[in-house]
């Protein structure tokens, strides 16, 4: 019983690093060009007789790029090699470290001349679409663009704020005499985890926020990261800066796209929301909201980190112990019996889809083990990209949640295969957060049971309704709660670069947020000389880990994975033996190709394109998230009625604008 945590997909796996998508710029049709350039960048296309003489110049700059990104591949499959060899002294971590910065500055240097090379391309007048393409993607640039000095700049703040979450530096207690100051993530985000005591939530969360924030480090910080993502947003042209932010998005006020998600899936948040500030009342009683209904900050923060304890306090809808969801731990064991045979039946997923075959020149040579202490905490398998060979770094655990990340990951690497067929420049997803919307289908359907019941860990390919609800209560809780909270991170960020929330309201417009689209609310009252935001936040502020990437990947996610369980026929509105919740498209190769067919493009269309393929459809949507989730909805909403609990909140003015 104490295993059955490990049936929570995870959903977000920010084990995806796919290399970052370059977008597709030609929406900025008021950007002045990088540098100085010929006058001729913006003229309307034609025929012209200088096109052959342009495109071959250009290509020329492409061909001399590839050769230099050839090097860096060279290097990283040299690091690959040396960090995974057998028997000889592999890398320590410090050389380890040193030759991923090598890399990191090569890649830097040849991104920046590149894109100030490219600037100075007439793009318009380049015939060959795909070529013009390149450019526009390569042409513009994120924190790369900047300049030496500043790009440095930008990494030191990001180490900052990084240590922020994961250095060693918060005292809860006052005293640190014992056990050494601890990290936000994951030492405290553990401890409080089994705290059931209010007072010692409040004091995790008030002391974190006063250690980083002593003489107003954080919020300088972030003021002077915010500087220069402005400045790079100059180069591109762009006078909204946040369009730089958002630049693989390609879309004019991207954000309203994603607030429109937000209120598609509200009334499902509203719902679940009241249903856990009712269990959350008796659980920690002090945390009450004094009736205006929102949820206490470090309770909420409770919440999402008690879903993937074993021994959660707030209880599931049918908590009576036949109603529990069956223990997969030693099932799994039993037929798995080791990581590679669990890599070894993630690679047959895709296979059994139609999509590439792993050789044995890749498992004998490209996969390989993490060494016990390499994987950390997270231990997430790692996937490597050197053109023409893409490579495994594996976890060595074996458990549930390890063998639906491993989906995620196999996917990963079956699209890096897959782009390698497109230039450089085009090799990429459309956008970040694609490639792991469509990893997350893949472990959406390795979870469900349809899917253990396939894997022989599993008897039954369905579980009991009750057991079916409360499967689907935590991972709604898991999705549904985190998903506004990526929003709300997102657009503070933004709306801080535009110059929407000034330096002066920052606190207090944070939590106006938390108010309209979370029903949070601060554990007390706050004013604008506190800088609360949480650790999600600071980890979002690196374009690699953002909160729009994982916003993007678990509603694109849904959006997937409904088409390809449709495609499958896996999923069949209205038919209970199909609900979309235990759909394991397994063997379709309908499924499969839309699949490959989004993989194959890279980045050579706009995302827009490429998700039409699955979709059909060329908008974010909350659909596949509403119909996953809607035997939950309903139960929900009677359950409310049943217990007189009224959906919603009211605003409280709980910071104090000075
Ligand atoms: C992106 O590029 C494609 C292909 O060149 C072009 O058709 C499309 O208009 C561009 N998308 C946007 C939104 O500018
Ligand atoms: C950019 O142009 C300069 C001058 O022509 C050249 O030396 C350099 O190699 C180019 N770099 C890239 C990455 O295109
Ligand atoms: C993969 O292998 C299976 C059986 O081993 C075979 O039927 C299938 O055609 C292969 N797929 C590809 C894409 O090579
Ligand atoms: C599988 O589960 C369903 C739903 O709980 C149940 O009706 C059915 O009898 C079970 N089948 C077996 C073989 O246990
Ligand atoms: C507009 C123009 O001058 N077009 C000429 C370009 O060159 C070709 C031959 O290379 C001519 O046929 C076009 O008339």
């Given at each position: 019983m104490r295993i059955f945590w490990l049936w929570l997909p995870l959903l977000v796996l920010v084990l995806l690093t796919m290399v970052a998508g370059e977008g597709n710029s030609t929406q900025s049709t008021s950007a002045p060009p990088r540098s100085t350039t010929t006058p001729t960048t913006r003229a309307p296309t034609r025929a012209s007789n200088h096109t052959a003489g342009y495109e071959q110049a250009t290509q020329q700059i492409l061909k001399k790029a590839t050769d230099r990104m050839h090097l860096i591949w060279h290097m990283k499959r040299r690091i690959f090699l040396q960090l995974t060899a057998k028997g000889k002294s592999p890398l320590t971590g410090g050389q380890?470290?040193?030759?991923?910065?090598?890399?990191?500055?090569?890649?830097?240097?040849?991104?920046?001349?590149?894109?100030?090379?490219?600037?100075?391309?007439?793009?318009?007048?380049?015939?060959?679409?795909?070529?013009?393409?390149?450019?526009?993607?390569?042409?513009?640039?994120?924190?790369?663009?900047?300049?030496?000095?500043?790009?440095?700049?930008?990494?030191?703040?990001?180490?900052?704020?990084?240590?922020?979450?994961?250095?060693?530096?918060?005292?809860?207690?006052?005293?640190?005499?014992?056990?050494?100051?601890?990290?936000?993530?994951?030492q405290i985000v553990n401890k409080n985890m089994r705290s059931k005591l209010y007072e010692e939530l409040l004091v995790s969360w008030f002391s974190w926020r006063k250690t980083i924030n002593e003489k107003e480090l954080a919020k300088s910080t972030f003021i002077d990261y915010v500087r220069l993502l402005r400045i790079a947003a100059t180069y591109n042209g762009h006078v909204t800066p946040s369009r730089t932010w958002y630049l693989y998005y390609d879309t004019e006020n991207f954000q309203a796209e994603l607030e429109a998600v937000v209120w598609e899936i509200m009334p499902l948040y509203r719902e679940l929301h009241a249903y856990l500030r009712h269990e959350?009342?008796?659980?920690?009683?002090?945390?009450?909201?004094?009736?205006?209904?929102?949820?206490?900050?470090?309770?909420?923060?409770?919440?999402?980190?008690?879903?993937?304890?074993?021994?959660?306090?707030?209880?599931?809808?049918?908590?009576?112990?036949?109603?529990?969801?069956?223990?997969?731990?030693?099932r799994l064991e039993e037929v798995l019996v080791t990581p590679v045979k669990i890599n070894r039946k993630a690679a047959e997923f895709f296979e059994s889809l139609g999509l590439n075959n792993q050789s044995a020149t890749f498992w004998d040579r490209w996969s390989r083990r993490m060494n016990d202490d390499d994987g950390g905490l997270e231990c997430k398998s790692q996937v490597y990209y050197f053109p023409p060979d893409v490579a495994l770094r594996y976890c060595p655990k074996l458990d549930y949640k390890k063998m639906m990340q491993i989906h995620?990951?196999?996917?990963?690497?079956?699209?890096?295969?897959?782009?390698?067929?497109?230039?450089?420049?085009?090799?990429?997803?459309?956008?970040?957060?694609?490639?792991?919307?469509?990893?997350?289908?893949?472990?959406?359907?390795?979870?469900?049971?349809?899917?253990?019941?396939?894997?022989?860990?599993?008897?039954?390919?369905?579980?009991?309704?009750?057991?079916?609800?409360?499967?689907?209560?935590?991972?709604?809780?898991?999705?549904?709660?985190?998903?506004?909270?990526?929003?709300?991170?997102?657009?503070?960020?933004?709306?801080?670069?535009?110059?929407?929330?000034?330096?002066?309201?920052?606190?207090?417009?944070y939590w106006n947020l938390q108010d309209k689209f979370a029903g949070v609310q601060p554990p007390k009252q706050r004013n604008n000389k506190d800088f609360d935001l949480d650790f999600k936040f600071y980890r979002g502020l690196n374009p690699e880990t953002s909160n729009t990437k994982k916003f993007l990947a678990e509603i694109l996610g849904f959006q997937f994975y409904r088409s390809f369980c449709?495609?499958?026929?896996?999923?069949?509105?209205?038919?209970?033996?199909?609900?979309?919740?235990?759909?394991?498209?397994?063997?379709?190769?309908?499924a499969g190709k839309k699949m490959r067919d989004m993989m194959k493009l890279g980045s050579s269309r706009h995302w827009r394109d490429v998700m039409e393929i699955a979709t059909g459809e060329r908008k974010l949507s909350g659909r596949g998230i509403l119909e996953y989730f809607a035997p939950l909805f309903t139960w929900l909403k009677e359950r409310n009625k049943q217990l007189e609990i009224e959906p919603g909140w009211d605003a409280d003015e709980l910071c104090r604008r000075d």
């Open positions: 380890a470290l040193s030759g991923k910065m090598e890399v990191e500055a090569d890649t830097y240097r040849l991104m920046y001349d590149l894109a100030a090379n490219l600037s100075r391309v007439p793009v318009a007048l380049l015939g060959d679409p795909l070529l013009r393409r390149r450019v526009q993607r390569l042409a513009k640039l994120q924190l790369q663009g900047l300049k030496p000095k500043d790009y440095e700049q930008a990494k030191d703040l990001l180490r900052t704020t990084h240590n922020f979450v994961s250095g060693q530096i918060v005292c809860p207690q006052e005293d640190c005499s014992v056990r050494g100051p601890l990290a936000m993530y994951p959350v009342q008796v659980f920690y009683p002090k945390a009450d909201t004094k009736s205006d209904g929102a949820i206490s900050a470090p309770v909420m923060d409770q919440i999402l980190s008690q879903d993937w304890y074993p021994h959660q306090f707030f209880r599931t809808p049918h908590h009576s112990r036949q109603h529990q969801l069956p223990s997969v731990h030693r995620g990951t196999m996917s990963e690497l079956q699209y890096n295969i897959y782009k390698l067929s497109q230039p450089f420049g085009l090799d990429t997803e459309p956008c970040p957060g694609f490639g792991a919307a469509i990893a997350e289908t893949a472990i959406l359907a390795s979870g469900t049971p349809r899917h253990l019941e396939r894997l022989h860990i599993l008897l039954n390919k369905s579980l009991s309704e009750e057991q079916s609800l409360n499967r689907l209560f935590r991972m709604g809780v898991h999705t549904l709660i985190a998903v506004p909270q990526y929003f709300i991170n997102d657009k503070f960020l933004v709306d801080v670069m535009d110059g929407r929330i000034g330096v002066k309201d920052y606190n207090c417009a449709l495609a499958s026929g896996q999923y069949r509105p209205g038919d209970p033996e199909y609900p979309l919740h235990n759909c394991d498209f397994y063997g379709s190769k309908e």
